[in-house]
């Protein structure tokens, strides 16, 4: 390894110099070289005597392969030989990605149907894996590393295709092993799950927000009784035996289904379970069954009631579909980037019954949605749940970014806070937030140090959280924030590690010995 290691040195596709090659191959640091050029210590492998590793040359990240023979040809990339031996950089391309995926089974994502807890990690970058997965590595839970809606992927300008390869050659550098998920969230149209599908994705989050009727909630029960007799004998005859003014037990819980409740839930849902049913088949005939398919009615106006929440279970188990994790509504406001906003004893109390549903009908983990910095409810969550469960992050990441931009960069840092504040009105209507960008302070007014501050109110906070989309469709301060965070990569992967650290730790997930 050593010696091609120096070759690889040698060939001036990677410019580290000699007293680091020595230090790193004799022990050393995680990494070695700094500023442009660097080798990261996890990433080094070796295959049929070929040396694979992950470095860095003018800012730019590449997948270096040394052999003395040849090197594989199937990747691609910039190749030079000295003295018999040859070297390939090759880009983080998907293409690329999808060779390692071959060579390295570790680097492609997993289904995690059979781990117990599970983290979204979403990344709308592409540069916070090595922070999530050193966080995660410590704990006995798996990470979801590859995690987008199509929502994030039009705001961030990238494909399912690109998220799958950033995410690959990161956890290639980091020589992360114990398998990762890739979850294709928030789709709601077969041509989308098809999309992440062909990309390798092995789970898919259903949002049924389209294909449910939400109107049957607010019609009067005459109106209910009305609509109900409109539908199939059959299905009607199903409906009132199974669960008009029956009581269930689940756990800990009772719930009673009145008859016009029963009634309500046909109307709201039979049309999206039918729907949830043709999508669990469709998944199924291209992966068999290494997939995860979480069920999400989350996107709601109105908090999912129990009785509903058990109508889908049961229904869905009934069809025989194969959920993984379902995400009801909680009670109470699950904002952006802000913890929990309402009453904690409340959201206890119902959740605890959403637990017991999801335990008794299915046995699938209970998933909750806009889980960043949610700090206040986590002892909750993972109590009632027994860590049996999946969060889903993702803006929380991005956030730790932007302030890793604020500690190393404050006048791009006030000029992204000037474009957040301008780019709000769009993205307040795609998000659920109540910042008022009148009360962010002017960032032209604030000391250098005050500004990473500006992170920790809720406020600028929330505005930084949403105008991500406005911020990196300006390609200069996209160039700007990608060219700091490569600079800083220290402080940007240690910012993210902790915060994502701080999530799992207050969930009460257990350490590793
Ligand atoms: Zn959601």
């Known amino acids: ?33 700094t500023g442009d050029a660097r ?59 999808q060779r390692l995926h071959e060579l390295f089974p570790f680097t492609a994502p997993v289904s995690l149907r059979d781990r117990t807890t599970t983290i979204g990690c979403g990344d709308r970058l592409g540069l916070a894996t090595a922070g999530q997965v050193r966080a995660v590595k410590r704990y006995d839970v798996a990470p979801v590393l590859a995690q987008q809606s199509i929502r994030e992927l039009n705001l961030t300008g990238r494909d399912y295709p690109t998220v799958v390869a950033d995410v690959t050659f990161l956890v290639f550098q980091e020589g992360y092993e114990e398998g990762y998920g890739a979850d294709g969230d928030h789709l709601k149209k077969i041509s989308d799950i098809d999309v992440a599908l062909a990309a390798g994705m092995p789970m898919i989050t259903l949002d049924l927000s389209e294909v449910m009727s939400a109107e049957p909630a607010l019609w009067s029960d005459g109106r209910v009784e009305e609509e109900f007799q409109e539908l199939g004998a059959d299905v009607r005859k199903h409906v009132v035996e199974t669960y008009a003014d029956k009581t269930f037990r689940a756990g800990g819980s009772t719930i009673h289904i009145a008859r016009t409740e029963a009634m309500r839930c046909a109307l709201m849902y039979l049309r999206a379970l039918d729907f949830s049913k043709a999508v669990d088949l469709h998944i199924r005939a291209r992966r068999g069954d290494r997939y995860d398919l979480e069920i999400s009615i989350d996107e709601t106006t109105a908090p999912t009631l129990p009785q509903h929440h058990l109508f889908i279970a049961n229904e869905l188990a009934l069809r025989g579909v194969m959920v993984s994790s379902l995400a009801p509504r909680f009670v109470g406001e699950f904002q952006k980037g802000i913890d929990y906003v309402g009453d904690l004893g409340e959201f206890e109390k119902q ?20 889980g960043s910095d949610k700090f206040s409810v986590y002892p909750a969550i993972g109590r009632h749940t027994g860590m049996r469960l999946h969060l889903k992050t993702a803006g929380t990441s991005w956030l730790q970014a932007v302030l890793a931009v604020a500690r190393a960069d404050p006048g791009l840092f006030r000029t992204m806070v000037a474009k957040a504040v301008a780019s709000f ?20 007014t604030l000391s250098d140090a005050e500004l990473p501050l500006l992170l920790e109110r809720r406020d600028p906070r929330q505005l930084l959280h949403i105008t991500y989309g406005g911020l990196l469709k300006d390609q200069s301060m996209r160039a700007g924030i990608f060219s700091t965070l490569a600079n800083n990569e220290d402080l940007h992967d240690s910012l993210v590690e902790e915060h994502i650290e701080k999530h799992i730790r207050l969930l009460g997930a257990p350490r590793k010995p």
């Open 39 to 97: 080798i990261y210590r996890h990433s080094v492998h070796t295959r049929d005597g070929v040396l694979y590793f992950v470095g860095a040359a003018q800012g730019e990240k590449s997948l270096f392969i040394v052999s003395e023979s040849r090197v594989p040809s199937d990747f691609v990339g910039t190749s030079a030989r000295t003295g018999g031996v040859s070297v390939l950089k090759a880009s983080f391309s998907p293409e690329n990605a």
């Open 1 to 33: 390894m050593e010696k091609l290691l120096r070759i690889a040195r040698d060939s001036g596709l990677i410019g580290v110099d000699q007293t680091s090659l020595d230090a790193f191959a004799s022990s050393g640091p995680q990494r070695i070289g």
């Open 351 to 370: 959740f605890a019954v959403h637990c017991d549903i999801a335990k008794s009908f299915g046995n699938y983990k209970i998933s909750i949605h806009s």
């Open 425 to 444: 009105p769009e993205a307040a209507k795609l998000y659920q937030v109540s910042a008022d960008p009148a009360l962010v302070p002017d960032p032209a």
